[in-house]
């Protein structure tokens, strides 16, 4: 098991309820990670549509998470 | 120096564009974008602006030192806001000075097309009748 720090952004942020967390989780990859969020929070956002970020720069949805990692998931952005 | 700046408060426009002032430069060009008071025919009452600010940084960053390969220019920066704006207000500025119009012109429009595509930002609508959304993304 991993502690993984977890931010929340946009529309994950109103569906999780929160801005932050620190989670224990099994997941190898952020991809499972994922996958773990949205069993528990009903994400409808697919990966295919978002990009993730670990230690606040983009990373493949494969790359191995480490313990402490921050991870965040990134909407499509509507900035501008 | 970081060209590009996430701000939560408005910014002096003014003192940004000094900052791009160069003897060899010919032109300036600048972009504004400003909170409407419309969206898909809803009425806006003001948006709130997300953002992961760390990556904001990094992506908006590297944008500008894009731009700067990309086109003869000599310099550009960059805002973008953060938190609640009312109608009107400022929410992105971006400022390019360059020796000829040229590349000042397509550097900002380069700049503020990438923003929008990669920028980790996100608007919140704040609508007349009193509700809230997320605006959902077009380009995917």
Redesign the interface.
Known sequence: MLNIEL?Y???L??EAGRAHERRQTPAPTAAALYDELRDAYGFVLEPA?MRV?IN???APWDQPLCEGDHV?F??????? | MNDFIMAETPVDISALRKVLLFPEAGGFCSFEGWVRQTNEGRAVSGIDYNAFVPLALTEGQAILQEAKQRFAICRATAIHRTGYLSIGETAVWIGVSAAHRDAAFDACRYIIDEIKQRVPIWKNEHYASGETGWVPCHTL
């Not at chain 1, 990134?74 to 501008?80: A, E």
């Open positions: 931010q952004f946009a529309q942020q109103d549509r970020a606040s720069a983009f965040a990134i909407p499509p952005v509507t900035g501008g």
